[in-house]
């Protein structure tokens, strides 16, 4: 976290930012050059922890491509389509938000090494970050939002640790792991 403090401005812009593109509600897609198989069971809910990078076009993915690989075709529901800003302009690039969660559809394995995974967006059981952006509170102060998540429940998951607000818009989110 300390390694993390300096960034946090600068994160706190980039996902306003973000926030204020419109959602997009469609079919998207993500390769991987891993075999991702054993790692996603049908019906099983996972988060996807980082930025992620898909794009809607299904011609910019290594088709011919002989390398294992897994391709994710995700129905998305908040996804921001970034073309304008992004330098694979052509890509169509569509940027999904740290602690996206799914529910996996299906999954399928091709004899070409390709192994493929649908995944479908959920709404999360218990919001992992709260969605300050799309609250009633949006037109109000950092400070004052803080205010109004300060007890929510995250059913353990992750959980607001003594929000604190100085110079800096800081916000501490603890992992609790089993």
Not at 61 to 85: A, W, Y
Not at 106 to 133: D, K, R
Not at 136 to 160: A, E, H, M, R, W
Request: net charge negative.
């Amino acid at each position: 976290r300390n390694q993390l403090e300096p960034w946090f401005l600068y994160l706190k812009l980039f996902l306003t930012a973000l926030s204020r593109l419109p959602s997009m509600h469609q079919k998207i897609y993500r390769e991987v050059k891993f075999d991702l198989s054993e790692q996603y069971k049908t019906d099983e809910r996972i988060v996807w922890w980082g930025f992620n990078s898909c794009t809607m076009l299904t011609n910019v993915l290594q088709v011919e491509n002989p390398d294992v690989r897994t391709l994710f075709t995700i129905e998305c529901m908040s996804g921001k389509n970034i073309r304008q800003h992004s330098y694979f302009e052509l890509e169509d690039e569509i940027l999904l938000f740290p602690m996206t969660q799914f529910k996996v559809q299906a999954c399928s394995t091709h004899n070409n090494g390709v192994y493929s995974i649908e995944l479908q967006e959920i709404q999360p059981l218990s919001p992992l970050i709260y969605p300050i952006l799309h609250s009633p509170t949006s037109n109000k102060s950092f400070s004052n939002i803080l205010s109004y998540v300060g007890n929510y429940n995250f059913n353990g998951i992750l959980s607001f640790n003594e929000l604190t607000y100085s110079t800096y818009d800081k916000l501490e989110i603890i992992d609790k792991h089993p």
